[in-house]
């Protein structure tokens, strides 16, 4: 597992690249975890580090989230908008703020329909947040029993609709996930990625369980680096601590590719 302190080969490969991409997850990465969800704003010192960065031009800076791609340029507060990927890959806002969404297949949209009908007849929709091609339970906020509560009144009629259909079923930190099989961050990671060429270098950062398969993505195209006060097991080749780990990694970023800014990301 490499440290800030160890990514000298890193940096040089990316000095040297015809383009670079930096890829996000946005809470918990960026922004430590708000039990008001819309109050989860940057650690101090992230707007401006990402505004520096987005406005130096030489690096294509990239938002993948769980979230709804309309959440984040509030929640970002910056005046240039960077690429936004909402709902782990099926919308996208462009810095120019385009929209654009991906059309669900029938099968999916009906599975997700029946989802939400489970959580409705239980009266939990106050818990629920829809997204596009996805269900989330949250219970951050709740004591551990009434989560447990709730994880046991909606998991068996969820797990049986992720059995029938091509929904998957996941957890994450402070709930339950129902989500098409086409919504992950590593199909996110590998779009945005298959738009560049080989030569691009990329990082992508993520706290969560959700990032575990984009780090795999990512593999053949730079680092995958955990984002965590604690070490876990992860596809990740390196960790930061954050806030202050993070805010180093990237005014390095910064810095390296303003050092060799003759070859600009546009
Ligand atoms: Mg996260």
Redesign the pocket.
Known sequence: MLRLSELNGFWSSLASAQRRCLLL?????LAPFRVERDKAYPYDGVREALSNMIAARHTRVVIISGRTAHEIPALLGLKLLPEIWGSHGLERISPDGEYTPMVLPEDIAAALSAARQESDERSLSRYIEDKPGCLALHWRGLDQQEAEQLRRELLPSWAEIADNSRLQLSSFDGGLELRSELATKANAVTRVLTEESPECRAAYL???LT?EDAFAAIAGWGLGILVRKELRETQASAWLIPPAELLAFLAEWDETCADHNGRRHC
């Open positions: 997850d946005y809470d918990g990465t993520g706290d969560d990032d």
